[in-house]
């Protein structure tokens, strides 16, 4: 793994939410510093699901 490359971890569908965005925000605020970041993005193909990522961006020893 490159070190602009990231490992997924976990991927998780959930109802889409309107304030979830602020969830991801913190998170990734508070857990850079392990090497944790976290994404949301609509899901293709249900308008009501969103799609919350945990990826590990930690380069390999």
């Known amino acids: ?4 490359q ?4 976990s991927t998780v569908k959930i109802e889409k939410c ?3 965005y602020k969830l991801v925000d913190s998170l990734n605020r508070t857990l850079k510093e392990r ?6 993005a609509l899901d293709h193909e249900d308008e ?4 919350f ?3 590990d961006t ?4």
């Open 1 to 4: 793994m490159g070190k602009d």
């Open 6 to 9: 990231v490992q997924l971890l």
């Open 18 to 20: 309107r304030d979830a």
């Open 35 to 40: 090497d944790l970041m976290f994404g949301l």
């Open 48 to 51: 009501e699901k969103m799609v």
């Open 53 to 55: 990522t945990i990826y």
């Open 58 to 61: 930690k380069d390999p020893v």
